[in-house]
């Protein structure tokens, strides 16, 4: 909780250049992660949400995991700082997150892109994880794509 400010920039920040591309904005997706602030994370900790931050002099990414039912985790907001990107941070976070699941007698994790973001697609892809459909919601201009991966 006290890594909150900390947790909400790196957040902010990592999700600045997604906003950009596909023209997100506080006023058309309030909710995206470029708006993240401290209060968004705080109630993320409120919820149940568990984060995870990679550390070396300073935060390069974080990650947050829900625990939602019947063996099925959620990994959410996960963020590399653009200057740590490329180097095994992401993934790295994403294998923590792997590890508590199981901890936690988790089957499957599960987690939501824009879909249409070719590059993350397939880096979640090359990571194990597999498509299970499309979303659509009337607050977001854009679908979201689900995909799952086993790791029990």
Known sequence: MEDASVLAGV??????????????????????????D???????????????????????????????????????R???????????VGRSLIATVEKRARSFGVRTLEIAIIAGYESLRKWYLGLGFAPVRIDEYVHLPFKVEVMTKEVS
């Open 38 to 76: 401290t209060d968004w994370v705080r109630s993320d900790f409120q919820k149940g949400k568990i984060y995870y931050m990679a550390m070396s002099a300073q935060a390069m990414g974080c990650v947050n995991f829900e625990y939602k039912d019947s063996g099925c985790g959620y990994l959410g």
């Open 11 to 36: 957040i902010r920040e990592a999700f600045v250049g997604v906003a950009r591309q596909f023209g997100l904005d506080a006023q058309n997706c309030p909710t995206h992660p470029s708006n993240c």
């Open 78 to 88: 996960l963020a590399v700082l653009p200057s740590f990107r490329r180097r095994g």
